[in-house]
């Protein structure tokens, strides 16, 4: 039998993968050897979520609650379920969409990151919208509309320009775990008044993520989670999430 660690780990690469069935089979051999196991709980949930059963979905989140009374995560995805009647999963975009295109293209690693608990459901190839909000451009999935990161200064205010042009994007989730955030931003459209490049081109084969790690700015809380009400420009885990709002 293997260890409730060992499952805990396939059971979140299952759902990076979008692999909902294998997650929901690994995530209830947790439960069935620790019915209280809170990250099993909402993975479970969310599973059934992306399967398209709503009413195992809100039974376990519930379940959840009855625990852990105010957990975050299970009472914000339990009032999608309510609100929304049936949740529409998340389509998982082809590997096309990670190819680098110079200038329209690029890796970028998100910064003021969500509450790591959050990080680890999200699924690879997971769609999100830029949402501008004054100086900063955080980045959001369209199903939930749950807040993952926000842009470097550097890149932000570069597409903040070009968005206002008329510029439109497509954004991807590449990678993600308890500790970092990986999305690939994709040039749709560009204005005729554009007169620069969406993305500038990097020396490095790493696609522009080591360009966008190190800012000259004062250290980021990568604590600090939430999501705030802009302009659109165009998932569970271990314990209980931070999903406070960010200012």
């Not at 903040?160 to 308890?178: C, E, H, M, P, R």
């Not at 522009?208 to 569970?236: F, R, W, Y």
Request: glycine fraction near 6%.
């Amino acid at each position: 039998m293997q260890s409730i660690s060992q499952l805990t780990t396939l059971a979140v690469k299952s759902s990076q993968e979008g692999n909902w069935e294998n997650g929901r089979d690994l995530n209830q051999q947790i439960v069935d050897q620790e019915p209280q196991n809170i990250g099993a709980l909402n993975r479970l949930a969310f599973c059934y979520m992306q399967l398209g059963k709503t009413t195992e979905a809100k039974k376990t989140y519930e379940q959840v609650l009855k625990i852990q009374k105010f957990n975050s995560i299970a009472q914000k995805y339990l009032a999608i379920l309510k609100q929304k009647g049936n949740f529409v999963p998340a389509v998982n975009q082809i590997q096309e969409d990670f190819i680098e295109e110079p200038g329209k293209t690029k890796s970028v690693c998100l910064q003021k990151l969500a509450d790591p608990d959050v990080l680890q459901g999200i699924a690879i190839s997971t769609s999100c919208d830029l949402i501008v909000k004054n100086h900063r451009v955080n980045v959001q999935t369209k199903q939930g509309k749950i807040y993952l990161g926000c842009l470097p200064d550097d890149i932000a205010f570069r597409l903040q320009k070009l968005i206002k042009i008329g510029n439109t994007y497509a954004v991807f989730v590449q990678s993600a775990n308890k500790k970092n955030c990986i999305v690939f931003i994709k040039e749709l459209s560009r204005s005729k008044e554009a007169l620069m490049p969406s993305f500038l081109a990097t020396s490095s084969g790493l696609t522009g993520i080591q360009e966008d790690v190190v800012l000259d700015e004062a250290p980021l809380d990568t604590n600090e989670t939430g999501s705030d009400e802009g302009t659109h420009m165009d998932i569970p885990s271990e314990d209980q999430g931070n999903d406070d709002e960010m200012e």
